[in-house]
């Protein structure tokens, strides 16, 4: 998983119930763009993540298409 600062992290709810929660990237802290990531959720809520396999970046410069 690669990703630069703008990009959004989204994180697919896990059981039934729980919604998709999309994040800003505002630091890379991984070499060439890879994590562990800050980012801030639309509440203002920052948090230093290593995104699993349940996560997808959106890439700004693509029209936000998953990756």
């Known amino acids: 998983m ?4 703008g990009d959004q992290l989204l994180v697919h709810g896990r059981t039934v119930g729980h919604e998709d929660k999309v994040a800003k990237i505002v630091e890379v802290l ?15 809520h920052e948090a230093l993540v290593s995104p699993g396999p349940d996560s997808v970046v959106r ?5 936000g298409t998953p990756q």
């Open 30 to 44: 991984g070499s060439e763009g890879t994590p562990p990531y800050r980012v801030r959720f639309d509440d203002g």
């Open 59 to 63: 890439h700004k410069e693509h029209g």
């Open 2 to 5: 690669q990703a630069s600062v």
